[in-house]
């Protein structure tokens, strides 16, 4: 009888410390999938702020946008105004004395 009562609760014992098994390692499967996750959303945020960024810099990028000829020197942007041209021809009008009446 001992030995059936002994052998009745080794499987007893045994079935407990499977279970006991299984479910540390679903814990620890739970824990991989959390942090599996929570690397996942690091990974995400980062993307969304450097998309965020690369944005905000294609946004500002417009208004300061050249165009595709090459820019005009001071000198030149200072001899094509209309201010120049009037006082230039003042001056050699007044050098010369040609100027129309």
Known sequence: ML???AGGRQP???????ALDQAKAAADLEKQ???VAAQQA???KKAQA???R???QTQGGAR???SSRPQKSVLEQVLRSSVTRSILTGVVSGIFGTRRR
Request: aromatic fraction near 4%; proline fraction near 0%; avoid cysteine.
């Open 64 to 66: 300061n946008r050249t």
């Open 54 to 56: 690369l944005m905000k």
């Open 3 to 5: 030995g059936d009562q």
């Open 42 to 44: 690091k990974g995400e």
């Open 50 to 52: 450097e998309y965020d």
């Open 12 to 18: 007893v014992a045994l079935a407990q410390q499977v």
């Open 33 to 35: 999938k959390d942090a």
